[in-house]
């Protein structure tokens, strides 16, 4: 059974940074892209960034270029969302979630995914 936890959440000032770190085990992580979402009380769950299993290309909602980074560490199963510049509407449960192993695109749709994590709480005060 494919395992996703999430850290790295909590309070932060509007401006400011904070990097959200998900572990995976159960598959080798080298080989399947990964991709964070977020979800808003009340709103869907929409796509943040995804990363192909070589860190070579990534993609990212629009609105959050520039300010979000997202990366990976094959060596230690491990990727990264950076974020930084963060505003209140930032506000929200961030998922990592890995790709399903047919796809070898950069994984950007909820279908691209078959793992989720439990999710990590991220809170941008004003």
């Known amino acids: 059974q494919e395992q996703l936890v999430e850290s790295g959440g909590g309070l932060v000032q509007a401006g400011g940074s904070l990097r959200l770190s998900c572990a995976a085990s159960g598959r080798t992580f080298s080989s399947y892209g990964m991709g964070w979402f977020r979800q808003a009380p009340g709103k869907e769950r929409e796509f943040v960034a995804g990363?192909?299993?070589?860190?070579?290309?990534?993609y990212y909602l629009d609105s959050l270029k520039g300010r979000f980074t997202i990366s990976r560490d094959n060596a230690k199963n491990t990727v990264y969302l950076q974020m930084s510049s963060l505003k209140p509407e930032d506000t929200a449960v961030y998922y990592c979630?890995?790709?399903?192993?047919?796809?070898?695109?950069?994984?950007?749709?909820?279908?691209?995914?078959?793992?989720w994590g439990q999710g990590t709480q991220v809170t941008v005060s004003s």
């Open positions: 979630a890995a790709a399903r192993s047919g796809v070898t695109r950069t994984p950007y749709s909820l279908a691209d995914f078959g793992s």
């Open positions: 990363i192909r299993w070589h860190g070579g290309t990534t």
